[in-house]
């Protein structure tokens, strides 16, 4: 079974511009959940979508969001990048039953703001 | 709110000596615990993960962990430790919520000497 795919995976963008990261679940999975990884601050929950309505969002401003489409297929926006947006970004599914189901990682986008 | 520390940045392990990398948690109720490893330039794979019962599970790899509630620690163990486990581990807990969200340690690098 192929497992989380992640693309781009790297990105190097200017401040003020925006960026759009996808994210293909496993087969059969319907939770997508997002994950920002930086040095600092390690890593930080985003928010989590389900038969594509959001059920958790982490402590991030509004320039974060995200959305899921009706093949579980998930994207995540960025809007008005900031330099303290550069960090790896991982996309996590699961069967998304509840906190029990595994989650599965993608090898993440690598983004750069410059 | 649930946290979960791990207290060791890094660790360095002879090739073939045992290890042992600790992650601590604080949570009111019964956690639900995994551990995950990251390589280089990859996602996270699922080491192990504690629910209920035994206290003591296996995953893969030849690693195990110890769940000691008097402690809130879920220590993770490997007898003899291989050129290839180099890698930043991390400790994170998944609370009892319809939905899945993990919290995650700060990672512990470990590095293996020959």
């Known amino acids: 079974k192929a497992g989380v795919t992640q693309t781009p995976r790297y990105l190097i963008k200017t401040r003020g511009q925006q960026v759009t990261l996808s994210c293909s679940p496993i087969s059969g999975h319907r939770s997508v959940s997002w994950y920002q990884q930086t040095p600092g601050q390690g890593l930080q929950f985003l928010f989590e979508?389900?038969?594509?309505?959001?059920?958790n969002k982490g402590n991030f401003p509004g320039r974060f969001s995200g959305r899921q489409f009706s093949n579980s297929r998930s994207e995540m926006n960025v809007s008005t990048l900031e330099l303290g947006d550069s960090a790896l970004y991982l996309c996590?599914?699961?069967?998304?039953?509840?906190?029990?189901?595994?989650?599965?990682f993608g090898p993440g986008t690598r983004l750069t703001v410059l | 709110a649930q946290s979960v520390t791990q207290p060791d940045i890094h660790i360095t392990v002879s090739e073939g000596a045992s290890l042992e990398l600790r992650c601590n948690y604080s949570y009111g109720a019964t956690p639900y615990l995994f551990w995950y490893v990251q390589s280089p330039g990859q996602g996270l794979q699922l080491l192990l993960k504690y629910f209920s019962g035994d206290t003591l599970v296996q995953g893969i790899k030849g690693f195990e962990a110890e769940f000691k509630r008097s402690q809130s620690s879920f220590n993770l163990r490997k007898p003899s430790v291989h050129w290839s486990d180099a890698a930043e581990y991390f400790c994170a807990v998944a609370v009892n919520s319809g939905y899945s969200t993990l919290t995650f340690g700060k990672g512990t690098m470990l590095l293996v000497s020959p």
């Open positions: 996590a599914s699961s069967l998304g039953r509840d906190f029990t189901d595994t989650q599965y």
């Open positions: 979508y389900f038969s594509e309505t959001q059920r």
